[in-house]
């Protein structure tokens, strides 16, 4: 008993993962496929926020998840689906979900993060193949990533404005970047 809990932190501890326990662990040619299953036994109605422990059925997903000690890595989600235990809700059953691996994810929380990180100064269509999903996936995690860092941005207007010329792309023509001199944060790009 006690080698098996030790397993199993061990495990948690290698997955990083706070929301899930890790059923099993497999090397594939395309790389580490982590088995888990939420470590909560119940979970909240997203309609009326009853916390349900009544399992109607297990269903499986394939998540992307960022690399694992240098390999591709994808976690087998085994997902509960809970029935609704308030009469009268329009949710009969939902299927639980969490921050880590949101509802219909194909890709962690955390790895969309990275996505979206990596693709600050790099192609979309590099950072899509590093990770293996699709073009549009990738974008839509660089965009989300970059509307957050332009949101978490000083409000408060540059004391001195610096202006340089910038070119993302030898086809595009030359843009003019408004920089604050103080931050070295840059502003604004207008044609
Ligand atoms: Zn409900």
């Known amino acids: 008993m006690e080698e098996e809990t030790r397993t199993n932190d061990l495990a948690r501890v290698l997955s990083g993962l706070r929301d899930y326990t890790v059923l099993d662990a497999s090397e594939t040619s395309d790389g580490l496929v982590v088995e888990v299953i939420a470590s909560r036994l119940d979970a909240p109605c997203p309609v009326c926020k009853k916390v349900s422990d009544r399992v109607k059925s297990y269903r499986t997903s394939i998540v992307i998840d960022s690399h694992s000690h240098g390999r591709r890595c994808r976690l087998l989600v085994r997902r509960r689906a809970f029935r609704c235990v308030t009469a009268g809700c ?102």
Do not use: H, M
């Not at 790895?111 to 073009?135: H, K, L, M, N, Y």
């Not at 860092?149 to 070119?167: A, M, N, W, Y």
């Open 90 to 191: 329009e949710r009969k059953s939902f299927t639980e979900a969490t921050s880590e691996v949101p509802y219909r994810a194909r890709v962690t929380t955390r790895c969309r993060d990275q996505i979206g990180r990596a693709g600050r100064d790099r192609p979309t269509a590099s950072v899509a193949a590093e990770f293996d999903v699709s073009w549009p996936t990738a974008c839509k995690a660089i965009k989300t990533q970059a509307e957050r860092v332009v949101s978490q941005r000083s409000k408060t207007p540059p004391r001195r404005l610096g202006i340089d010329e910038t070119r993302f792309w030898w086809k595009v023509p030359w843009l003019t970047g408004l920089v604050d001199l103080d931050t070295g944060e840059l502003v604004e790009v207008i044609e």
